[in-house]
C-alpha cells in the first residue's frame, strides 16, 4: 500500500511538473490491511453499553470508506434508536454520546500509523459541557502558557479564548442552575515578584509591590483581560445574590424548603470559590494592587455573599424542621393537633429567625403553609374517581378537605386570640389574613363547584331506567330523557378535559369552564320542565302518575324541580280523590235503588265490596308512594276523604250482610 513517504513525495513530483490533481488520490489497501484498521477503531470505540454484537455490517462498510477515501475528515460512530450507528459527518449526532474519529487534511493511515497519528475521543450527550472541559483542562492551560504564539495576535487570542469560555461556563451554569466563577488557566505572577510603575498626578513615578517581567508578561494587556473576567465575575455574583429575593414558583412550605436550600448551596459554593481558590484571590489581590477600578465593589459584594449565606443557613435549619411536620401532614381526625403544632412552630420561627421575623416574610410563610394545606388536599383527591366513579366517593372526599380548610381557618383564629397576641406585648402579629386565606377560600368555593358537579352527576346522569314509563307514550318520553342525558354526558365531558387543572385556583380557565357548565344545567332543567309537564298532561289514572314520579322523583333534588314535581304529586293525589269520588256518588243512587228491593240488595253488596277492595289498593299505592316521597305534600286532607268513603262502604256492606 501507499505510505506517508510515498504519497508525499508523488505529490511533490507532481507539482514539480506543474500537474494539478482534481480530486486527492485514495489509497489502496489489502483486505488484511482494511481488517486490521476497522479492528482498531471497534479498540478505541467507547461507548456507554456497547457490546460486541452491536457492530454490524453497515458500520464496517463505512469504516472502510473512511479509510479508503482520504476527503472525509470525520468519523462519529453513536446510538441511533439503540442501533449502532457510523456516520461521516455530524448532521445526524444531535443530542447523542458519540465517538469521533479526526482525520488531518489528506492524512492516509496505515495500520503502523493509525494509532500514533489519529485524533479521536468521545462526547456525551451535553456536548457543551464536553467542548467546555476540553478547551478548559487540555487546551487552555497549552495555549494560554505557550510562548511560541506571535505577539501581534497573542493577546486576541487570549481575550477571545478567554470571552469563549466564560460564555460555555454561563450557559453550563445555567443548565446547572448554580453560580460558578471561570477561573482562567493563564499563567498568573507572583506577587512578590510583580511591580508596576505608576505615575501620579503630580508627575513622579512610584513602584507599586508588584512587578511583572516584560519579557514574560505584557502587562497592560494581562491587566485588561483579567479585568473583564472579573467584570464578568461582578455580574455573576449580583444574580446570585438577586435570587435571594427572586421567590418565583414558591407556592408551599417545600418550595420555600427547596429555594433557600438551593440559596445556601449556590452562596456556600460561590463563597467557597471566593474565599480558597488561589487563582481568584491572586486575581483579586492583583488588581487592588494597582487600584482597578473593576475591583472597588468586590469586598461589599464578597461581604453581602457571606451574609446571604448565614441568612440562607438559618432559614433552611428552621425550614427543614417546619417541613418535616408539613410532610407528615394529612387528611385525618387529627389536623387539627397537626396545624396546630404547625402554627407553633411558625410563631417560634417568627419569634427567633432574623429573617422571618419582618411582616412580609412571615406573611408569605404563613401563606405558603396555607398552600401547603391545599395541596395535601388535592393528594387525597382522584378526579378520575370523582367525575366518573361512585358520587358519593367525590363528595365524601371534597367535603373532607372543606371541612379541612375550615379547620385550619378556625385554628388559626385561635392561634392568633389566644398564644401570638400574648406571647409578646412589645410585638405584634398583624398579618394580613385575606393575604393568608385568599387561596384557601378559593379552594373551597371550588370543591364546592366540583360538590354541584358530582350532585347534578347524580341527577342527570340517567334520566330513566329502561322501561319505567308505563303509558302508551313510554317510548316517547324514554327518547325525550336520552336526548336530556346524552346533552349532560356532553357537558360533562367538557369539564373532564380541564380535570387536570380543576384544582388549580390560578387557572381561570377553569372558572369559564364551570360557569358554561351551570348554564347548561339551566338549559337541561328547562328541558325537564317541559317533559314533565308534557308526561302529566297525559296522566289518566294512579299507576300512570306513581310511575312517572317514581322516574322524576330524583330530579327533586334540584330546587327548581322540586316545586314543579310536588305539584304533579298533589296532581296524583286528586286523582285518587276523584277515584274516591267516583266510587261515593254512585253509591248514593245505588242506595236509592236497591234499597226498596231487599232481595235485590246483594248485587249491590257485590258492587259495594268492589269498589271497597279498589279504593284499599289505590290507597295502598298511595301510600307506598308516599314512603318514597314524605317531604313532597302532606295527604292529609285526601286521607280523611279516604277514610270517610271507605267507613261508609264498610258499613253498607256491613248492613248488606245483617240484612242477607
Excluded at 135 to 158: C, V
Excluded at 270 to 279: I, P
Excluded at 425 to 438: G, H, Q, R, S, V
Excluded at 623 to 636: E, G, K, M, Q, S
Amino acid at each position: 500500500m501507499d505510505t506517508d513517504e510515498e504519497d508525499l513525495e508523488r505529490r511533490e513530483t507532481s507539482e514539480s511538473e506543474g500537474e494539478t490533481s482534481p480530486e486527492p488520490e485514495n489509497p489502496t489497501y489489502t483486505e488484511q490491511e482494511l481488517t486490521t484498521l476497522v479492528q482498531y477503531v471497534k479498540d478505541l470505540t467507547v461507548l456507554s453499553h456497547l457490546d460486541e454484537s452491536d457492530w454490524n455490517e453497515n458500520c464496517y462498510k463505512l469504516i472502510r470508506e473512511f479509510f479508503q477515501c482520504v476527503s472525509h475528515t470525520i468519523m462519529v460512530i453513536f446510538f441511533n434508536k439503540n442501533k449502532l450507528t457510523v456516520s461521516l459527518n455530524l448532521l445526524n449526532c444531535k443530542e447523542v454520546e458519540l465517538m469521533y474519529f479526526l482525520r488531518s487534511p489528506l492524512q492516509i493511515y496505515s495500520p503502523n500509523n493509525f494509532l500514533s497519528t489519529i485524533l479521536c475521543g468521545s462526547v456525551n450527550k451535553d456536548k457543551a459541557t464536553s467542548m467546555f472541559k476540553f478547551l478548559l483542562y487540555m487546551y487552555s492551560p497549552t495555549a494560554l502558557n505557550s510562548n511560541d504564539w506571535p505577539k501581534i495576535i497573542k493577546n486576541d487570542l487570549y481575550m477571545n479564548l478567554h470571552h469563549l469560555l466564560m460564555v460555555l461556563n454561563e450557559r453550563i451554569c445555567k443548565s446547572i442552575n448554580r453560580t460558578v466563577l471561570y477561573v482562567p488557566k493563564e499563567r498568573l505572577p507572583e506577587l512578590n515578584k510583580f511591580r508596576l510603575l505608576h505615575r501620579d498626578n503630580f508627575g513622579s513615578i512610584e513602584k507599586k509591590d508588584i512587578d511583572i517581567p516584560t519579557q514574560e508578561f505584557h502587562t497592560k494587556e494581562l491587566i485588561e483581560r483579567l479585568e473583564k473576567i472579573v467584570r464578568r465575575w461582578t455580574k455573576q455574583i449580583h444574580e446570585a445574590l438577586a435570587i435571594v429575593s427572586i421567590r418565583k414558583n414558591i407556592k408551599n412550605i417545600m418550595d420555600e424548603q427547596k429555594h433557600w436550600t438551593y440559596v445556601y448551596d449556590n452562596l456556600n459554593y460561590l463563597n467557597h470559590q471566593l474565599s480558597n481558590q488561589s487563582e481568584i484571590k491572586t486575581i483579586i489581590k492583583l488588581l487592588r494592587n494597582i487600584n482597578s477600578s473593576s475591583i472597588e465593589s468586590f469586598p461589599i459584594l464578597i461581604a453581602k455573599v457571606q451574609a446571604a449565606l448565614v441568612e440562607s443557613s438559618s432559614n433552611v435549619i428552621y425550614l427543614n424542621i417546619l417541613s418535616e411536620y408539613c410532610r407528615n401532614l394529612c387528611i385525618s381526625d387529627e389536623i387539627e393537633s397537626h396545624i396546630t403544632k404547625i402554627l407553633l412552630l411558625i410563631l417560634f420561627i417568627w419569634m427567633e429567625s432574623p429573617f422571618y421575623n419582618i411582616k412580609n416574610n412571615i406573611e408569605n410563610l404563613c401563606q405558603a403553609l396555607s398552600t401547603q394545606i391545599i395541596s395535601q388536599c388535592e393528594q387525597c383527591i382522584d378526579l378520575e374517581l370523582v367525575f366518573k366513579g361512585p358520587t358519593d366517593y367525590g363528595i365524601h372526599v371534597l367535603e373532607n378537605c372543606i371541612f379541612t380548610c375550615r379547620m385550619y381557618k378556625k385554628v388559626y383564629d385561635n392561634f392568633i386570640k389566644n398564644i401570638a397576641s400574648c406571647i409578646n406585648p412589645y410585638k405584634m402579629w398583624d398579618l394580613d389574613e385575606k393575604i393568608i386565606f385568599n387561596n384557601v377560600t378559593a379552594f373551597i368555593q371550588r370543591c364546592y363547584d366540583i360538590i354541584e358537579i358530582c350532585n347534578a352527576r347524580i341527577i342527570f346522569e340517567r334520566c330513566t331506567k329502561t322501561g319505567t314509563f308505563g303509558s302508551t307514550r313510554g317510548v316517547e318520553y324514554e327518547k325525550c330523557c336520552q336526548q336530556i342525558e346524552n346533552l349532560f354526558y356532553d357537558n360533562l365531558s367538557n369539564i373532564i378535559i380541564i380535570k387536570g387543572n380543576i384544582l388549580n385556583i390560578e387557572d381561570t380557565t377553569c372558572n369559564d369552564a364551570i360557569h358554561k357548565f351551570r348554564i347548561a344545567m339551566i338549559q337541561i332543567e328547562n328541558m325537564i320542565k317541559n317533559l314533565i309537564n308534557y308526561v302529566f298532561q297525559n296522566i289518566k289514572n294512579i299507576d300512570e302518575g306513581i310511575e312517572a314520579i317514581y322516574v322524576f322523583e330524583r330530579f327533586t333534588h334540584r330546587t327548581c324541580l322540586k316545586d314543579l314535581i310536588h305539584t304533579k304529586w298533589i296532581q296524583v293525589w286528586r286523582i285518587f280523590v276523584k277515584e274516591i269520588e267516583m266510587c261515593y256518588t254512585p253509591t248514593m243512587k245505588e242506595i236509592d235503588t236497591y234499597y226498596p228491593l231487599v232481595k235485590s240488595f246483594s248485587r249491590y253488596s257485590n258492587i259495594q265490596n268492589t269498589k271497597q277492595h279498589h279504593l284499599k289498593m289505590q290507597y295502598t299505592k298511595m301510600i307506598n308512594a308516599f314512603y318514597w316521597l314524605t317531604d313532597c305534600v302532606n295527604p292529609r286532607y285526601f286521607l280523611e276523604q279516604y277514610k270517610v268513603i271507605i267507613d261508609k262502604l264498610e258499613d253498607d256492606y256491613f248492613f248488606n250482610e245483617i240484612s242477607n
